[in-house]
């Protein structure tokens, strides 16, 4: 096979048209969003979220994680694999408008606007620890209300018994959508049984330390299942199905043998790779010592969800 010198070839000859074509358009959208940095959140004003107001959190004893490390070392595989990707990268996401889909089991189905979804739904702050299934963890200051309040708008069916929620897809704003080498399966699917999805610790966040979430951790709607390893909780969420049926999740169908569907965090059973026994806790020093991973998090109260089932098989 031919070789070419690098510089001598054009990002076309490597690169199918329209994938380049969209890069060119995401070249033009970022450069926007960068000139109007002011941009509010889903078309609310910077100060809706403190004119709205919502219940201070209590307090849990542990140093909430420095609001620049939650925002800056961050997972999001839709602006790139490294960290510091989504805090590069995730503002050239449109989020105004938005409307999440919710469909399936429910006698309601409908498509609804962040606003309209909002509307009636007291906010509330919850400071929830976060475990990644990579064995470091933080302490977020989230701001939601529970699964519950939005999923009972849409009345879910007798025969509802999970709910698939799915991220965004538009690789024209998200570079690791477009990526060649990507090996997920867009876009990033998550699931919950309903009865997880029910419990009152299963939050949606809309913001996080006082503020309207930043795009990089999952602006303008997200996840948060604190008992579970973070990967369960999905970001900017666009599509809500109820289903009869266990949904797939992005992680499992990559790599079954080292991720699950239940992926509740568990000090006795270790990933193939590494041990789930302790993890680092931002803010990170050197001098820190790693601390002990407790049983659901330390969300002790979740393990009725689970009362009979081997949860080793079901990792
Ligand atoms: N949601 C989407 N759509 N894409 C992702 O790559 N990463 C998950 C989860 N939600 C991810 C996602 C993982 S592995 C973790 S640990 C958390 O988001 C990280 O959330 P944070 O960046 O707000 O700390």
Not at 15 to 22: H, K, M, N, W
Not at 102 to 121: N, Y
Not at 295 to 313: K, P
Request: proline share 7%; hydrophobic share 40%; glycine share 6%.
């Amino acid at each position: 096979m031919l070789t070419k010198k690098r510089a001598s070839i054009k990002p076309s000859e490597i690169t199918p048209e329209s994938v380049y074509r969209s890069r060119r358009r995401f070249m033009r959208t970022s450069l926007a969003a960068a000139a109007g940095a002011a941009v509010p959140a889903f078309g609310l004003p910077a100060s809706w979220l403190a004119e709205r107001g919502f219940t201070a959190g209590e307090e849990i004893g542990e140093e909430i994680t420095p609001e620049a490390d939650a925002t800056q070392y961050n997972n999001f595989y839709e602006f790139g694999t490294e960290k510091s990707d989504p805090a590069q990268y995730a503002h050239a996401m449109t989020i105004d408008p938005w409307t999440v889909k919710v469909s399936g089991e429910v006698a309601k189905p409908g498509e609804i606007g962040l606003e309209d979804m909002l509307a009636g739904i007291d906010l509330e702050e919850r400071i929830y620890r976060l475990r990644c299934v990579e064995a470091w963890s933080m302490v977020i200051p989230w701001i939601g209300f529970p699964v519950k309040k939005l999923l009972d708008k849409f009345e879910p069916t007798g025969n509802a018994k999970f709910v698939e929620f799915k991220t965004l897809l538009r690789p024209q704003e998200m570079r690791g959508q477009r990526s060649l080498f990507s090996s997920i399966d867009w876009p990033y699917v998550e699931g919950l049984r309903l009865d997880e999805a029910h419990h009152p610790l299963a939050i949606f966040a809309v913001g996080m330390y006082g503020k309207l979430l930043p795009n990089q951790n999952g602006a303008p709607i997200r996840l948060v299942v604190p008992w579970k390893y973070g990967f369960k909780s999905i970001k900017s969420i666009v599509e809500i199905r109820l289903t009869a049926r266990q949904p797939r999740n992005t992680w499992n169908v990559l790599q079954p043998s080292e991720y699950g569907f239940y992926a509740n965090v568990n000090p006795t059973v270790d990933h193939p790779r590494w041990s789930q026994a302790s993890e680092k806790r931002f803010p990170l020093s050197l001098f820190k010592p790693r601390i002990e991973t407790q049983m659901f998090n330390g969300y002790g109260e979740v393990a009725s969800l689970y009362s009979g089932m081997n949860l080793r098989r079901n990792y």
